[in-house]
């Protein structure tokens, strides 16, 4: 069993431990909240949980693994000093602000010999790897990403206020939220692009609303859309010069059909998760396990290409945008 720290007491903070309990493998032992009140408040539910409101003694606390769920701009800050107390590392999406901050914690995590991981739950999912499998024999021509939701935040915004969401100091922006599934779901199945453009809604904050990106592989490209200000209903395609598979969603896949150019269809099998959060927590808590051997050594260095595709993407995005976050300058 995997003693659970969790830093940060927001909703997905919640959902992962509510996952991890769920796969049996780990048990939440302490919290850490820079307001006490909302760490007893996060904590009421479980049993002989620490709490604290002070890092430096939360990370004195026996645990195995410590997930970071705390506004972006924090996680670098707090990964960091949690890999350097000799934890092991879940950094909720966007783990990092930009690249370079990513290429540290992970050279830091192997000089410390602990293991971090990146929470981009979608592509854990086994219906990811039925989509992977499914495109095997399959030659792409393009697709078509999408995932908009309007925002708990959007009516702070409105008021005026600043949510972190929506604020640069704090890493945030569209792109650096659903953006994320969007681009784990094209370079899991594509690879990385050749080149990336973005072109945003900006708001005075200096972050996005909302964009309308285009990921170049030279033989096709991609179109990604998010936003924050609106729900968007349409689903997610991938064109291949055999017809169209046609996803429900690449946030999390529910339903795959695949209409073909002579008339016919085919219904991929999909079998969905008992938690959205599952699989990616028993997959990190697996690697852990068997960290020494070759197939989880190779699992966790894949998955380090695959974080690094994203945050090199990512920002490559953002400059295009013009959307530049002060941990870019540090």
């Not at 969905?272 to 197939?295: C, G, M, Q, R, V």
Request: proline share 3%.
């Amino acid at each position: 069993m995997l003693k659970l720290g969790v830093i940060g007491t927001g909703w997905i903070s919640s959902s992962f431990v509510e996952a991890a309990h769920l796969t049996k493998k780990y048990r939440l032992e302490a919290v850490f909240s820079r307001q006490l009140a909302n760490a007893l408040s996060f904590s009421e539910d479980f049993e002989d949980v620490s709490l604290y409101e002070e890092l430096e003694d939360f990370l004195e606390h026996d645990l195995d693994i410590i997930y970071i769920a705390s506004p972006n701009a924090l996680h670098f800050e707090q990964a960091r000093a949690a890999i350097s107390a000799g934890k092991n590392i879940i950094v909720e999406k966007p783990a990092f602000s930009n690249p370079a901050e990513l290429s540290e914690i992970i050279a830091l995590a192997d000089e410390k010999k602990v293991l971090f991981f990146e929470a981009a739950r979608n592509i854990h999912e086994t219906a990811f790897e039925v989509v992977n499998n499914f495109l095997a024999t399959k030659t792409i021509v393009g697709a078509d990403f999408t995932y908009s939701k309007y925002s708990s935040k959007m009516s702070a915004l409105l008021r005026g206020e600043l949510p972190n969401k929506f604020n640069a100091a704090f890493s945030g922006g569209l792109l650096a939220d659903l953006g994320v599934y969007l681009l784990y779901a094209a370079v899991y199945w594509f690879g990385k692009p050749k080149t990336a453009h973005y072109d945003a809604v900006v708001l005075p904050s200096g972050v996005d609303l909302s964009g309308v990106g285009s990921l170049d592989y030279g033989d096709f490209k991609v179109a990604i859309k998010c936003a924050g200000n609106l729900n968007s209903y349409l689903p997610s395609e991938i064109y291949t010069t055999d017809g169209t598979l046609i996803l429900d969603a690449v946030n999390g896949i529910k339903s795959a059909k695949f209409n073909k150019n002579d008339g016919g269809t085919e219904n991929l099998k999909i079998t969905t998760t008992k938690h959205t959060l599952y699989d990616e927590a028993l997959h990190f808590a697996e690697i852990i396990e068997t960290a020494e051997t070759p197939s989880s050594k190779y699992l966790y260095k894949v998955l380090h290409e695959y974080a690094m595709d994203v945050a090199e993407t990512s920002f490559s995005m953002r400059e295009s945008a013009g959307i530049v976050f002060p941990a870019d300058h540090k």
